[in-house]
């Protein structure tokens, strides 16, 4: 077979020495000397480039993501707009500005201590030190490289702890969203973990068993493999998933389910049952999702909604929900997932045996798992890229499915009022900047879905 020859040459890290390992004070003086990151080898300057375009990326994504908040705080006006004039009282809209104003500044704190241990971890050595411990336990590949992601994922929990705990008990709790108990919260992260590992590490495994067994053909294992794990968990996530965190019941019988069940017929849609989430156990924020696919398909209110809007405007909102799925979003969505997950893994079987890969972060080896999680920083910013294009695409579908909603339900009244309700109690910003949408918004702001949706009815 002709294995072991794609082998070597999948793999030419196997003969090192074409780049020499940086070392960190050599990076730390070029830095204070304001020059780009370099090597010297026997008195040539060599870039490593790959070290530059991550760091660039790095810092690149902290300013510009700055930059959109900074425009964003500054659209703020003290009058409120006039189609919510009645909806937001003063002291509301108010609040909503202060809650936008807590969270952003928090993003910024969160954003720089997490730029901060980035830069330490990598420029102190942290990548060659945890390699060199995982390593010192003697395992074979896949296992070494499960233990060195595990712990780094470790790392990243722990650094992020401190912040999830402040915006879930600080700040969501003081502008009184915040429903949840630190017993819920305990559980939350107990389950997820658990959850991380019987779910991750199985898929994990293969992964970096294909790159490191399967020579040149790993990146179409993989991507068959994940493109099928990813299509099973979607199937069980709301029968096996999603209910070890929250409980979801039939909604009952009564006006509101004779409602949606005669919509849905009106419009053809195959569905059995409709369910309520808990949502209040977490928060008093409210929505409503579709999940699954096939038979194991959901439409899901959470309990917060239907306490808050009447059955017209719940009708809207499950109209527009069952929209994405007749105008086939959620299909689209899969589909470009599944070519996303494709395109990476096959730019990754070109990367992960680039030296200089590995040269931009001090490692002494070459790996497969490494490879992987450099891969992850290096195609940062083609991620940031391709972000934003299924952000447009995404704001175009929700104009989409509201159209849908207001065509089959004969309602615009019922889905602008429930769009404002909404608006108004999760205490959303009403007028963000284009730009800080352009980046960040995989919705409309609701004002201009208000204005699609007017524009259509006077169409009609
Ligand atoms: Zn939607």
């Known amino acids: 077979m002709e294995k072991g020859s794609q082998k070597t040459q999948a793999y030419p890290w196997i003969c090192r020495g074409f780049l020499r390992t940086l070392d960190p004070q050599e990076i730390g003086a070029d830095r204070d000397k304001n020059r780009s990151i370099q090597v010297k080898t026997k008195g040539f300057h060599l870039l490593n480039i790959i070290a530059v375009i991550i760091l660039a990326a790095i810092v690149f994504d902290v300013i510009i993501n700055i930059v959109s908040d900074v425009l964003n705080l500054r659209m703020l006006q003290a009058h409120v707009p006039e189609p919510f004039q009645g909806v937001y ?21 969160s954003a720089m201590v997490n730029l901060m241990a980035v830069l330490l971890f990598w420029f102190q050595g942290g990548f060659p030190a945890m390699d060199n411990w995982v390593r ?16 780094l994922m470790i790392l990243y929990a722990l650094l992020s702890q401190p912040f999830s705990i402040y915006a879930t008990f600080v700040i969501e709790e003081r502008f009184g969203f915040n429903k949840t108990t630190w017993k819920t919260y305990s559980l939350d992260l107990l389950k997820g973990l658990v959850l991380a590992i019987l779910l991750g590490t199985p898929l994990l495994a293969g992964i970096l068993a294909f790159f490191e067994y399967a020579g040149s053909h790993a990146w179409i294992y993989c991507w068959t493999v994940v493109t099928l794990y990813m299509l099973v968990v979607q199937y069980i996530a709301p029968t096996w998933i999603m209910p070890l965190f929250n409980k979801f019941k039939p909604i009952e019988d009564g006006q509101l389910k004779s409602a949606i069940l005669s919509y849905a017929r009106s419009i053809q849609f195959p569905m059995k049952n409709v369910y309520v989430m808990d949502g209040s156990k977490r928060s008093s924020k409210s929505n409503a999702f579709f999940t699954g696919f096939g038979k194991n398909k959901r439409i899901v209110l959470f309990d917060t909604l239907i306490n808050q809007h009447t059955v017209p405007e719940l009708v809207a909102v499950l109209a ?141």
């Not at 009282?89 to 704190?109: E, H, I, M, P």
């Open 136 to 151: 010192s336990f003697g395992n074979g590949p896949v296992l070494t490289g499960l233990m060195y992601m595990g712990s």
């Open 320 to 460: 527009h929900e069952m929209g994405h799925y007749k105008k086939k979003h959620i299909l689209q969505g899969m589909l470009l997932g599944i070519l996303q997950t494709g395109i990476m893994f096959y730019l990754l079987s070109f990367v992960i045996s680039y030296q200089g890969l590995f040269d931009a972060f001090y490692m002494n080896h070459g790996s497969v798992y490494a490879g992987l999680i450099f891969f992850g920083m290096l195609f940062a910013p083609l991620d940031f890229f391709v972000g934003i294009l299924m952000q447009i695409r995404s704001r175009s579908n929700e104009y989409q499915a509201d159209r849908f909603s207001v065509e089959t339900t004969r309602n615009p009244g019922a889905m602008i009022d429930a769009l404002k309700k909404l608006s108004v109690q999760n205490l959303s910003n009403l007028l963000p900047h284009p730009f800080y949408v352009f980046l960040n918004y995989s919705h409309p702001p609701v004002l201009k879905r208000i204005e699609a949706i007017d524009a259509f009815k006077s169409t009609e």
């Open 89 to 109: 009282d003063a002291d509301k809209y108010r609040k909503s500005q202060d809650y936008l104003r807590v969270n952003t500044r928090f993003g910024w704190v």
